[in-house]
């Protein structure tokens, strides 16, 4: 219980200071849409190819919630350099709360921000033409909240073991351009050649991709639709636990 209430205590003071803040919102955001407004029709010639299964916005959505759960998590790091910075995290440290349920607190102002982008999101691609059903829309929000929470508890970690934004920025860039290249965000990679395919294979975010552009051409039965899901979760215990570890070093 101890873990809840400390939890939903740092939440709370995480999600006032987002409040008052809105305008970081709004520009998170922004870039989807942009992507959504500009990228989008150009699609719509693709679409018309071989090998692109679906219509173009059934393709293209589910990459832009991807790339909005990724990176809406990994440049949280630079929020947490600045309370340390400014004593909060010190002054959390010496509290007796417990030291998951500060990360966890944080993460989850995280979760529900990005949420609440991905709803915006998949309003403004209903707007643009896409149709899929409610369930669709329902387990993609569950995917974009748990690489969120990953993502999240991987960039605090890291901002609060290199205490430094010239550190953590060229190692968010080097994290996030292979898993935007490798992952088929922008576009299918049944469309590459094979030997970039093949490369792609060992990447987990491709697989969570085509989950969600299975789950939205409405193939929900798909072996491929449980892979991406328990990527996702695997993904997030992974990134607690490195946040916990790392920021439970900062008390030794």
């Known amino acids: 219980m101890s873990f809840i209430r400390d939890t939903w205590i740092i939440f709370r003071r995480s999600m006032v200071l987002s409040l008052r803040q809105p305008l970081w919102v709004v520009i998170g955001l922004l870039q989807p849409i942009l992507y959504l407004t500009l990228f989008g029709p150009l699609l719509q010639t ?37 309370e340390w910075r400014s004593g909060v995290i010190d002054r959390q440290l010496v509290s007796p ?4 349920a500060i990360i966890a607190g944080r993460t989850l102002r ?17 707007f643009m033409g ?12 569950v995917l974009v909240a748990l690489l969120g929470a990953a993502f999240s508890f991987i960039s605090n970690a890291i901002g609060i073991a290199t205490k430094s934004e010239d550190a953590l920025a060229p190692m968010v860039n080097t994290l996030a351009l292979p898993i935007l290249l490798l992952s088929g965000i922008l576009l299918p990679m049944t469309l ?45 215990v992974i990134g607690a636990w490195v946040g916990s570890r790392v920021l439970a070093a900062q008390t030794k």
């Not at 921000?113 to 309003?123: G, K, N, P």
Request: aromatic fraction near 12%.
């Open 97 to 100: 709360a417990a030291r998951t």
């Open 46 to 82: 693709i679409a018309a190819t071989s090998g692109f299964q679906g219509d173009a916005w059934q393709v293209f959505v589910p990459g832009l919630l991807v790339q909005l759960g990724i990176f809406g998590g990994l440049f949280v790091g630079f929020g947490i350099i600045a």
């Open 192 to 236: 590459a050649p094979a030997w970039l395919q093949m490369v792609a294979n060992f990447n987990p975010f491709k697989h969570i991709v085509e989950a969600l552009r299975a789950v939205f051409l409405g193939q929900f039965g798909e072996p491929i639709v449980w892979i991406g899901l328990l990527l996702a979760v695997v993904l997030v």
């Open 110 to 126: 995280d979760v529900v921000v990005i949420t609440v982008q991905a709803i915006v999101l998949v309003s403004a691609a209903f």
């Open 130 to 141: 896409l149709r899929v059903p409610v369930g669709a829309l329902l387990i993609g929000l």
